[in-house]
């Protein structure tokens, strides 16, 4: 699987991610069917495929349950131009989903994720929106608590996950990647993607294959072929579908 450069934060990433929600969680989900949680050792088959196929960009976030703690375990050996991403803002605990933007809350975060990805430094660390992107970023110390934590050598790169395109256009005052809803049915985001890319700042897709609804080949030829794009992150339990999405990601315009 071929890679793109990630902006210009020097990091390189495979142009098929793999999300891990599905590893550690799932409650309060928002798939149309159950699922249960793999076990460890599927985990660990899972993630060989993962590797296997070339992928080599991971995102996770404590809230996604487990997630962290078990890709830990299962990436302890650490790959050269593996990259990991993971968040700040919200956790998940007995069902319900928690959000604190605070300096001292994301300075914790940070700390814990480390701890459970078993790394000293974290490639990217990305504000977790709860929809609220304008003021998350204005008022709660957040975005300054992560510059700082990238200039003490703490993270690589940050960046802001976010649900509305303002919160994406004020986002681009000061991350080095953006993480953006975009797909066939909804380009909404596209003028952000475009002046990104003229920025230099990253760009990776989430739900480009609209939770499952569009035809995999299709919609990821789509989204890889935007300028600007240069990774989109795909979830699944499943091998063969990882491999099917893997083959489209391959056949896409480099």
């Known amino acids: 699987m071929h890679t793109r450069p990630l902006g210009r934060t020097g990091l390189e990433v495979s142009v098929l991610g793999f999300g891990a929600f599905k590893i550690g969680r799932n409650q309060g989900i928002k798939y149309d069917q159950a699922y249960r949680l793999p076990d460890d050792a599927e985990v660990?088959?899972?993630?060989?495929?993962?590797?296997?196929?070339?992928?080599?960009?991971?995102?996770?976030?404590?809230?996604?349950?487990?997630?962290?703690?078990?890709?830990?375990?299962?990436?302890?050996k650490h790959q050269a131009g593996e990259v990991i991403s993971t968040k700040v803002g919200e956790t998940f605990?007995?069902?319900?989903?928690?959000?604190?933007?605070?300096?001292?809350s994301t300075r914790g975060s940070v700390e814990r994720s480390a701890l459970r990805?078993?790394?000293?430094?974290?490639?990217?660390?990305?504000?977790?929106?709860d929809g609220n992107d304008l003021s998350?970023?204005?008022?709660?110390?957040?975005?300054?608590?992560?510059?700082?934590?990238?200039?003490?050598?703490?993270?690589?790169?940050?960046?802001?996950?976010?649900?509305?395109?303002?919160?994406?256009?004020?986002?681009?005052?000061?991350?080095?990647?953006?993480?953006?809803?975009?797909?066939?049915?909804?380009?909404?985001?596209e003028e952000v993607i475009r002046e990104a890319h003229q920025q230099g700042i990253g760009v990776v897709v989430k739900k480009g294959l609209a939770s499952g609804q569009l035809?995999?080949?299709?919609?990821?030829?789509?989204?890889?072929?935007?300028?600007?794009?240069?990774?989109?992150?795909?979830?699944?339990l499943d091998a063969g579908h990882l491999t099917e999405n893997a083959l489209a990601a391959m056949r896409a315009k480099s």
């Open 44 to 76: 660990g088959e899972l993630m060989a495929t993962v590797r296997g196929l070339g992928i080599s960009y991971i995102d996770t976030a404590p809230a996604y349950g487990t997630s962290e703690e078990r890709l830990g375990r299962v990436l302890a």
């Open 136 to 189: 998350i970023q204005d008022s709660t110390g957040v975005v300054e608590t992560l510059l700082a934590l990238k200039a003490e050598g703490r993270v690589r790169a940050v960046g802001f996950s976010g649900k509305t395109t303002e919160g994406a256009f004020r986002a681009l005052e000061w991350a080095d990647l953006l993480m953006v809803e975009f797909h066939i049915e909804d380009r909404s985001h």
């Open 215 to 236: 035809p995999a080949a299709e919609a990821i030829g789509f989204v890889l072929a935007q300028p600007g794009v240069s990774s989109l992150i795909v979830g699944s």
């Open 117 to 129: 990805l078993g790394r000293d430094v974290l490639d990217i660390v990305l504000v977790h929106s």
């Open 93 to 104: 605990q007995d069902g319900v989903s928690h959000y604190d933007y605070s300096p001292e």
